[in-house]
């Protein structure tokens, strides 16, 4: 009996028809196992995991290999976006045993939960020195009906291995200026001249590598960080990873020229991206990082927004090509005869030749990623707006890609916190609104009377796993931002709230953080990973927030956590730069203060304090704060005691325990606030 038709994670649902007797993750499935003596195949995915799904009709939609599963294990799938805690203990494992990882993401378990094999795809038949997946199945089988020793042997040392990793950093300082200097100079050895990014194929965008070069030109005037920022956005801009007719980034570039992407698009992804566009029109005005800030900000409200106000998890990769065939790239891809068909053949060649688009084809089938390569001459502006129109509206009638609908709190906190500012620093209200329409379902759906957070919900319904700590940090990161746009104090009051469960459910007594809580469900090792890789780690993200709240506040122990949390960064920042860049970035604000602003006006309507809260918004010093709000008031603890100049809005800078004298001056307001 397949038991995953009452899920809410769509990754589980599209396994619910399987002929594989599927359990859900929990303690059932393993008493099962222990019931009938077999072992536990776990598959992990996500519903945008292109290979996920063709090892799901190449075998687990099999009735032979299913009747072969259920014969000889209890089968359960898990999905990683709703799982991060279960996700992570067996990667760490797979990556231990194997030297890499993946998804779809294949271990067998004792009936124990402890692992003894692993892999991530398997074909249906041997290939390129791969087992078949039954091969490897009878194999399993077999060691476990004949060498049982051997196998629990195996799984008991792999679990006394992973237990000795715990990362004892937390005691550690907190990076100085030796250790980012050290960081940008890793960064710039790894830095492509050329197509911008780092490292090789597959390529990643790296908005939190990104985030930290330009806060660290914004301390130090360092013009190397901004370059590598610049050319790494405009290269990405350009490139076949960014949609180029409906905004949004897909997931990475499986080459290093940025062409051809893998086409999933994540929320993740686009909110980090956005931020960083944002961000680098704030310290260049580039119109190139205007245009994609908004064109992305726009793509998560119009393809990503749920009808109860959240963000969607995902777009898929695959989508139906017209012939009933689901292929990856179909919704995006285009042929000239397609571009001739749309837009007849004088228009059609103008579109080749700004997109990039050959008879040979930049992808698969003679099909080509559209591009925006540099190229001499100058285009006629109307007609290539006309042109992305037609195309656009004609790519509306194929058929779209599936859409993960559950809303993970993690992913739409950092939506938030992009909407946010974004809305904020091009006086998009539109985007400000949809921010706190996010935060006020976080507040409804995914918060409990002790503000504990849920990870996941859909449809409207709150799902039963248990947030972790990048939940509580991200999210108290998207309220931190909502709270100095909006002039709000509530959003910074219920990110005080769950940044103490960070210090009290998340944090040893070393200082260091747990990437599940205290009294979480307890796995066979409790997980704890303070490295960026998709998204910024929770251990980062935690210590960013922290960071902010404290300068807020005032408070003393979010602080001394935030800067005992950034001791990791010290040991991993000099070394491995790519994958701290978010703990980078949250050291470079450590370094400048961060800087404190209140912005006080005879109301919050005042055009002249509104015109200083925007000036303070625009500030590049590093994770800057900003309270605004009307003399008196009790929104935030910033704006205590601070009155009027004058009988005029003012604003204060504060920064390391000094206050610079209040300021009615925008000009005199943005020098304070930029280097």
């Given amino acids: 009996m397949n038991r995953l038709a009452d899920s809410q994670s769509p990754y589980l649902l599209q396994h619910a028809d399987n002929p594989v007797d599927w359990w859900p993750w929990g303690e059932e499935a393993m008493a099962e196992a222990r019931r009938r003596d077999v072992p536990v195949l776990l598959s992990v995915g996500y519903s945008a995991c292109h290979w996920c799904h063709v090892m799901a009709h190449e075998s687990f939609e099999d009735e032979a290999t299913a009747a072969y599963l259920n014969s000889h294990f209890v089968s359960v799938k898990v999905d990683r976006e709703e799982r991060p805690d279960v996700d992570a203990v067996y990667m760490e494992a797979v990556q231990a045993a194997t030297g890499q990882g993946g998804w779809p993401m294949t271990v067998f378990l004792t009936p124990d939960a402890e692992p003894f094999y692993f892999g991530t795809y398997f074909p249906p038949e041997p290939r390129h020195g791969m087992p078949s997946f039954r091969q490897v199945l009878q194999g399993v089988h077999q ?21 000795g990793r715990d990362i004892s950093y937390g005691d550690a300082q907190a990076p100085g200026e030796e250790q980012l200097g050290q960081a940008l100079l890793g960064l710039t050895r790894e830095y492509d001249e050329q197509h ?7 390529k990643f965008p790296p908005s939190m590598a990104v985030e930290f070069l330009l806060r660290h030109h914004a301390r130090t005037g ?26 949004g980034f897909a997931r990475y570039s499986v080459d290093r020229e940025w062409v051809v992407p893998h086409f999933e698009k994540m929320l993740y992804d686009n909110a980090l991206l956005c931020r960083v566009y944002a961000h680098l029109w704030r310290a260049t005005g580039s119109d190139l990082a205007r245009r994609v800030a908004l064109e992305t900000a726009d793509f998560m409200v119009r393809e990503l927004r749920t009808a109860e106000g959240g963000f969607a998890s995902a777009l898929d990769a695959d989508s139906d090509d017209g012939t009933g065939r689901h292929v990856e790239g179909a919704y995006y891809v285009w042929t000239p005869a397609q571009l001739t068909e749309v837009l007849g053949a004088e228009d059609a060649e103008l579109a080749a030749q700004y997109f990039g688009v050959t008879e040979e084809g930049t992808f698969e089938h003679g099909a080509s990623v559209l591009q925006l390569p540099q190229q001499e001459g ?29 809303v993970v709190a993690a992913w739409n906190g950092l939506a938030i916190a992009a909407l946010a500012e974004t809305g904020a620093y091009f006086e998009r209200p539109d985007l400000v609104e949809a921010a706190v329409a996010a935060a006020d379902l976080l507040v409804r759906l995914h918060l409990d009377e002790q503000v504990r957070l849920t990870r996941t919900s859909k449809d409207g319904r709150a799902g039963a796993t248990a947030g972790v700590l990048e939940d509580y940090a991200d999210v108290a990161e998207g309220f931190l931002a909502l ?20 210090l009290t459910r998340f944090t040893d007594a070393t200082g260091s953080l747990y990437d599940t809580a205290s009294d979480a469900e307890h796995l066979i090792r409790r997980p704890q990973d ?21 300068a807020h506040t005032g408070s003393g122990p979010h602080r001394t956590a935030a800067e005992h949390a950034l001791g990791v960064v010290k040991a991993l920042g000099p070394r491995v730069p790519r ?9 470079e604000a450590l370094l400048d203060g961060p800087r404190e602003v209140a912005v006080v006006g005879p109301d919050a309507a005042d055009a002249a304090a509104r015109g200083l809260h925007r000036t303070a918004l625009l500030g590049t010093a590093p994770g800057a704060v900003v309270a605004f709000g009307a003399e008196g008031s009790d929104e935030f603890p910033l704006l ?6 004058g009988g005029a809005a003012a604003a204060y800078v504060c920064r390391n325990f000094t206050c610079d004298a209040p300021t009615a001056d925008p000009e005199r307001l943005r020098a304070a606030l930029n280097g």
């Fill in 222 to 247: 360092a013009e190397g960080a901004l370059q590598m920022a610049r050319d790494t956005c405009e290269r990405m801009a350009r490139g076949g990873i960014y949609d180029q007719l409906g905004g």
């Fill in 196 to 202: 911008g990014g780092f490292g090789g194929a597959p």
């Fill in 640 to 645: 205590a005691d601070r009155p009027l100049v």
């Fill in 378 to 406: 100058v285009f006629d502006a109307a007609r290539i707006a006309s042109v992305r129109e037609r195309l656009l509206a004609a790519r509306d009638g194929r058929a779209a890609p599936g859409r993960d609908d559950k």
């Fill in 143 to 163: 060691a476990w009906a004949e060498r049982r020793d051997e196998v629990t042997e195996v799984a008991g040392k792999i679990v006394r291995d992973l237990a």
């Fill in 530 to 550: 303070p490295t960026d890789n998709a998204t910024p780690s929770g251990w980062s993200a935690a210590a960013n927030a922290l960071l902010s709240y404290a």
């Fill in 483 to 502: 709270a100095s746009v909006t002039g709000e104090g509530v959003w910074l009051d219920f990110a005080g709230f769950l940044l103490d469960h960070v």
């Fill in 579 to 587: 994958f701290v860049g978010w703990g980078l970035a949250a050291a």
